[in-house]
């Protein structure tokens, strides 16, 4: 099969689309399947052994976004596709869309963006009925959109999106593990987070205004915690005040080996952003064997089992935050039973199951589009 991917984020930009798109290409180059990625300017000439294009990109909050071009249809053309797949499709997403369209290619398009989330935060109003609009005419010009969780489709299906299915995200299962805590590194890092036995309270993303890593001002006063975060981004100003007199160590942005260290060195992972239509650190925490706390909103409803794995707190307030955070702190056995829990939840969820689901769902586009054409072909007379 041969795969062009056309994403809106990639190399040197860490996100969760990124992220996606890596696993779905190496995953592709395994099992011997052709692709190229086409991205905004920045990314790297090649990856998994695929090539790279780069289009004309702006700066966005420290995020490039790839403009329209109309190097995106002829790289197309030349490449010949089976499948086009739009990763988080806006600009660069949409005309990779049209072009398959003109083209006669089938796209499958993966939702990742929480629209209705982001015109909250922002006040958008009215504006809002504007970008639900644009998500619509983005995605119902693809052949079929995959979404990560129940609220996400809901929300599609609401603003009238047609041709959905769900397709959630792998881990790391070898990588994000509850032996690692054994390791000498996650025992001197430990050693530094909490010098004194304390419990450690963790966060893993990027530090921006979605993520509303601010909200960990609920924990002042908690005895016997620290606070680690992971990660970087343009409300690290914002965050280092709210958080003033909140025992907190900065790890920065942690990649690979110190990442997996990092989710071992924790007793707790908090999320407490409202606006995940997904949630991959929380998957990454419960393979790690941690509890978690999280808003019940988004995707976080599909992965934590209040009670069973963690615990969701009320989206708006944040003295449930704290309440469930000082449960945990304050019991662990009922830490080890929730991480256990969170450990078996995501077993069936290797990044090499989420793929073939992946390729399976490529496989029904091709085969749909291949019929509408022969469909199109008969004479309306011999159809009947």
């Given at each position: 099969m041969r795969v062009a991917v056309v994403s809106e984020s990639f190399l040197p930009t860490v996100s969760g689309v990124t992220t996606s798109v890596c696993k779905v290409l190496e995953h592709l180059q395994r099992t011997g399947h052709e692709a190229i990625v086409?991205?905004?300017?920045?990314a790297p000439a090649e990856y998994a052994g695929f090539p790279v294009f780069s289009v004309p990109a702006v700066s966005y909050r420290q995020f490039p976004v790839g403009m329209p071009s109309p190097h995106v249809q002829r790289l197309l053309a030349d490449f010949g596709p089976d499948v086009v797949h739009a990763a988080s499709p806006f600009l660069l997403g949409a005309q990779g869309i049209a072009s398959a369209n003109r083209l006669d290619i089938p796209s499958v398009a993966i939702f990742q963006t929480d629209v209705a989330g982001y015109a909250r935060r922002n006040r958008l109003g009215q504006a809002t009925k504007v970008a639900w609009r644009l998500v619509k005419w983005i995605h119902d010009g693809a052949d079929l959109t995959l979404v990560p969780s129940s609220a996400s489709m809901?929300?599609?299906?609401?603003?009238?999106?047609?041709r959905l299915a769900r397709w959630t995200r792998g881990v790391d299962l070898v990588g994000y593990h509850p032996n690692r805590r054994s390791e000498p590194a996650v025992a001197e890092l430990r050693k530094r987070l909490a010098p004194n036995g304390e419990v450690v309270i963790g966060y893993v993303g990027r530090m921006a205004p979605e993520k509303q890593v601010e909200r960990f001002r609920a924990l002042r006063g908690i005895p016997g915690i620290r606070v680690a975060l992971v990660g970087d981004g343009p409300s690290v100003p914002l965050i280092q005040r709210e958080l003033a007199?909140?025992?907190?160590?900065?790890l920065?942005?942690?990649?690979g080996s110190a990442l997996a260290d990092a989710y071992a060195a924790f007793d707790v992972f908090l999320h407490a952003g409202t606006?995940?239509?997904?949630?991959?650190?929380?998957?990454?925490?419960?393979?790690a064997g941690l509890p978690v706390?999280?808003?019940?909103?988004?995707g976080p409803i599909d992965l934590v089992a209040h009670g069973d794995n963690g615990f969701l707190f009320a989206p708006d307030d944040e003295r449930d935050l704290r309440r469930c955070v000082t449960r945990l702190v304050d019991d662990a056995p009922l830490r080890l039973r929730m991480g256990e829990s969170g450990r078996r939840a995501v077993l069936g969820r290797s990044w090499e199951n989420v793929c073939e689901?992946?390729?399976g769902y490529y496989d029904k586009v091709i085969d749909e589009r291949a019929a509408i054409r022969v469909m199109t072909a008969v004479p309306l007379s011999m159809q009947r």
């Open positions: 086409i991205a905004p300017a920045g809901a929300d599609l299906e609401r603003v009238g999106v047609r007199g909140v025992p907190v160590t900065w920065g942005r942690l990649s606006e995940e239509t997904f949630g991959q650190t929380i998957q990454e925490a419960h393979a706390v999280a808003p019940r909103a988004g689901t992946l390729v």
